[in-house]
């Protein structure tokens, strides 16, 4: 069997401007633009492998092992695109094989659990779209399969890059011009850092894209965020990551995690992401800042109760001292840092203890369910790690 | 000794369109108007007697028995203004007794727990300033006086009248144009019912004037809220009040709650009043009404997680049948009904139980530590108990 086969790697992001609200379904064409940092694929990635033979009978899709459908329109439109880019290759320069014509076998797998609510779907629609684009070897910048992405899922325009990322909202009907773009690379800004608390939630939360469609109909605050909160913020937090001013990036990040939280409570029925653990984490990062009087911490909540803080390197120590002392039975630390080091985090906190004013909830890590401890990263990679199996066309495990 | 004394029993009021936001801080003036229903006194009322002799040789308060000082700004103007008009008839009646230059001694009493977070203030004030007013046998108004308490607290004004009250919030900048009026008369729409889940609260919350002044001066969309949310929704609650429209002034009193938490959660730091019992009672409010596909109840809180839940008496059943099987291991049901009224609440449950295809989280009730039943009620009451000793002028027990 003649296979052809790529591989790639793609990283998750995590907003700190928050994509909130379509203003097309279909094309996945956003109410505002939005900013992300993207988080480092030691800790988090999508792994996927594209390949295509004449000898396929049909489209199929592995995701960590399991064969799930490819039908539904969201994938169909990308794969539309794609196969398109290809076409036009193959038009011009006729001794290329006519991958548009095959069918793709793709194998998909994840390095951390999806049940953590950590929307792997940016991951996983970034990889995809760029395993088949590498596959293809489709000439289009990461801006261009940027749109591509953005059809599959809107956030995940934003994980063709590393770094910051901006997803500009763009004006024309066709989306043309919706497309994610670097704001500051990996390298610009590197000490930015973030520790991902797990929350428990009490179930099922309200989809995503069904939640901001009653957002979008039914919140009278909404409109105020997109036309006026949101594009002010947007040119004021760019500016902060070009000045790498984190006191500016983090209250900008912060104010808007409650502003679209806001809005979510102002939708009718209202929707909530954030539960006690959430709100005890949010008062937990004020009163850190306040402590230290200065700017250590900044936590932002996507559509769920998990609470993500950025941080810089060289603050580390002085929020570890508190999120060490407090979760240090919930698992995840012992990865990244040796006993000493964790009990250097300890001592630190002792040291300060006796000045801490406020409420230390010593329950508070019982409804934190683990710690992923990561920072800023690059975008997708290259990778010579294969999950299907170059002779049969099947995943290789 | 020589003792003139008055009393006057002054009621709860609970705000459909929320009061949150002063344009002074001096004056109690609101960014916006606001609508009350004020509650029946048999459940919750304060009852204050104001007393004044020359022999006083200081003012004095007593509130539940225990002596509390006057001395606050509040306070202050409150008396003021009453003494203000009493010396206005003094000057025009040289007959009267010169009360305007008299000591106070006034006792104050609440017959349900001031723990439980009722806002009490409103009542208290009302009655303070209604007390007062019997006493100099003032001429005002009712709206006239509710400026005064206006100066106290200001949803105190709104607990001048029964029934369905609206708090204008008036232009001038002296004030003298915001105050209460009512919408309806208790006689007007007597049907309606509330249901108060009291909530059992972590800690103290942010205290309504410190959060409102932080919600005013951080919020991004509070603008949006009071120049543009609230005059809409203000005429449009009015009319359905007027029009004895339940339905649209339950959507409107849910969606002001929300509203108002959301510019709350919005504030820099975040101020968070609902918590996951609250947010638990939100969402069974809407699941009873999608069930009947009616709307049988609305929810609004104040600032902190009590739920107060208006309800019109003809759907008591409706309403109970879910309420009584969650709640009825909380104290508060035998006040208002026999045990066989409860068990018809509970045949209900059995009746429709097979029908019902949203989650009763059977725990709920371990967060609500007490029901108060009651309904629409009407203004400050005369009476003739006393809290004074007219021989001492000291509190009766």
Same mark, same amino acid.
């Given at each position: 069997m003649s296979i052809y086969s790529a591989s790639t790697t793609a990283p998750v992001n995590i907003a700190t401007l928050k994509y909130w609200g379509k203003r097309d379904k279909v094309l996945n064409l956003p109410t505002n633009s939005s900013i992300s940092v993207t988080l480092s694929q030691e800790d988090l990635r999508t792994l996927t492998t594209a390949t295509t033979s004449p000898d396929f009978a049909k489209d199929q899709l592995w995701l960590n092992g399991k064969e799930e459908s490819l039908a539904s329109e969201r994938t169909q439109h990308c794969l539309q695109d794609l196969r398109q880019l290809r076409r036009e290759l193959e038009e011009k320069d006729s001794s290329l094989p006519t991958f548009s014509q095959w069918k793709l076998h793709i194998a998909s797998e994840n390095n951390f !659990? @999806?049940? $953590?609510?950590?929307?792997?779907? $940016?991951?996983?629609?970034?990889?995809?779209?760029?395993?088949?684009?590498?596959?293809?070897?489709?000439?289009?910048?990461?801006?261009?399969?940027?749109?591509?992405?953005?059809?599959?899922?809107?956030?995940?325009?934003?994980?063709?890059?590393?770094?910051?990322?901006?997803?500009?909202?763009? &004006?024309?009907?066709?989306?043309?011009?919706?497309?994610?773009?670097?704001?500051?690379?990996?390298?610009?800004? !590197?000490?930015?850092?973030?520790?991902?608390?797990?929350?428990?939630?009490? &179930?099922?939360?309200? !989809?995503?894209?069904?939640?901001?469609?009653?957002?979008?109909?039914?919140?009278?605050?909404?409109q105020e965020r997109i036309n006026n909160v949101v594009p002010k913020r947007f040119e004021q937090m760019k500016k902060s990551i070009l000045e790498k001013d984190f006191p500016t990036f983090a209250e900008l990040t912060m104010k808007d995690s409650n502003s679209f939280h806001a809005t979510c409570l102002d939708s009718y029925p209202p929707i909530f992401y954030l539960n006690d653990t959430s709100k005890?984490?949010?008062?937990?990062?004020?009163?850190?800042?306040?402590?230290?009087?200065? @700017?250590?911490?900044?936590? @932002?909540?996507?559509?769920?109760?998990?609470?993500?803080?950025?941080?810089?390197?060289?603050?580390?120590? &002085?929020?570890? $001292?508190?999120?060490?002392?407090?979760?240090?039975?919930?698992?995840?630390?012992?990865?990244?840092? @040796?006993?000493?080091?964790?009990?250097?985090?300890?001592?630190?906190?002792?040291?300060?203890?006796?000045?801490v004013s406020f409420y230390l909830d010593s329950e508070l890590h019982q409804g934190v369910t683990r710690v992923i401890l990561t920072r800023v990263g690059p975008g997708p990679q290259d990778t010579d790690l294969s999950l299907i199996d170059s002779a049969t066309g099947l995943p290789s495990n």
């Open positions: !659990p @999806t049940a $953590a609510g950590l929307a792997s779907s $940016a991951a996983g629609f970034a990889a995809l779209i760029k395993a088949i684009a590498k596959l293809y070897e489709l000439p289009q910048s990461e801006s261009e399969l940027s749109k591509i992405a953005r059809k599959g899922s809107g956030s995940a325009c934003r994980s063709l890059f590393g770094g910051y990322v901006a997803w500009e909202m763009g &004006k024309l009907e066709d989306g043309s011009d919706s497309k994610a773009v670097e704001i500051g690379s990996l390298n610009h800004w !590197p000490e930015m850092k973030a520790a991902i608390l797990v929350v428990s939630a009490d &179930k099922k939360d309200t !989809p995503s894209t069904s939640g901001m469609q009653l957002t979008v109909k039914t919140s009278d605050l909404f005890k984490v949010i008062k937990l990062c004020h009163a850190i800042n306040e402590f230290y009087n200065e @700017t250590v911490v900044a936590y @932002t909540f996507d559509a769920g109760p998990n609470a993500v803080l950025y941080y810089l390197e060289q603050s580390e120590d &002085k929020l570890f $001292a508190f999120l060490y002392h407090l979760f240090q039975n919930v698992s995840g630390w012992e990865s990244k840092f @040796t006993k000493e080091q964790l009990s250097q985090f300890n001592a630190k906190f002792d040291e300060i203890k006796d000045d």
